[in-house]
């Protein structure tokens, strides 16, 4: 389970007043995966008259997200496109690269920085705060109606207000743990059957061919399957995302 261990790229840690400073693995592929982002908008941003596919590909990202943002969010909402279009793009490229097979050459293994709390926890809780923020910013104290249901009978309120805030303040945990548990169960399974593929092998006689056959089958559609996971996580992320800024925004 090495994919999931953060160690230093060099081999030695750096210390600075007392913290360990080392650049890690973990930050290794969370450039790589801004470098990988960086070069799929430069060159998408050519503007050229008759567009090329590369062009098409980014202006259809960037449509993609706008009209979720639209949809969603509504009137207000385009502000907030750039931010949904990082996050959005950051989660998928990350998750994408994490599943990338690095280990077929020695010495080399891929790292899915989305399979650590730490991460996905920092994306949850900047998002999170940028909901209060924009929530506060626009309605002041008024943004504490967002606990009251609007209709609901004045003799509930006792219940449904604790209800309400403690279901709003598990928004960015909810957030976090989807996205790390996806991510980290499906390299798991991954690791699993891969195992079982050796042991069966290893085991010999006439169940042991068999058990590794069936294992490899199970591990092209697991990894098909995470490669679905991969999408779908960082959608439900945007999302979710642009659902509790259309809360910040309009008030019921």
């Known amino acids: ?33 801004f470098v990988v982002l960086a070069v ?15 062009q098409v590909m980014a202006e259809n990202a960037v449509s993609f997200i706008d ?26 490229f990350a998750n994408l690269i ?25 994306l949850a809780f900047l998002s999170f705060a940028i909901v209060l923020v924009v929530g506060f910013a626009k309605h002041g104290f008024k943004f504490f ?8 009978p004045g003799w509930l309120m006792p ?19 989807r996205l790390f548990v996806a991510m980290t169960a499906g390299h798991i399974l991954l690791e699993v059957f891969g195992s079982f593929v050796v042991q069966g092998i290893n085991a010999g006689g006439a169940l042991g061919p068999v058990v590794s056959v069936l294992s490899f089958i199970m591990i092209v559609g697991v990894s098909a399957l995470e490669l679905l996971v991969c999408a ?14 259309h809360d ?3 008030l019921h």
């Open 1 to 33: 389970m090495e994919q999931f261990m953060v160690e230093p790229v060099l081999g030695r840690h750096l210390s600075l007043f007392g913290y360990d400073v080392s650049f890690t693995n973990s930050a290794l592929f969370m450039v790589v995966v």
């Open 40 to 54: 799929f908008m430069a060159g998408g941003l050519k503007r050229q008259l008759i567009p090329g596919r590369w």
């Open 67 to 92: 009209s979720m943002v639209t949809v969603n969010i509504g009137s207000g909402g385009k502000k907030f496109a750039p931010y949904i279009f990082s996050l959005f793009f950051f989660i998928l």
């Open 98 to 122: 994490g599943v990338l097979p690095l280990a077929i050459l020695p010495g080399l293994h891929t790292f899915a920085v989305t399979s650590h709390i730490t991460v996905t926890a920092i």
């Open 145 to 152: 109606s967002l606990f009251v249901p609007h209709g609901a």
């Open 159 to 177: 219940v449904i207000i604790p209800v309400e805030f403690v279901s709003f303040m598990v928004r960015p945990f909810s957030l976090a743990l």
């Open 232 to 245: 779908i996580q960082a959608y439900v992320f945007a999302l979710l995302t642009s659902l509790y800024l």
């Open 248 to 250: 910040a925004v309009h």
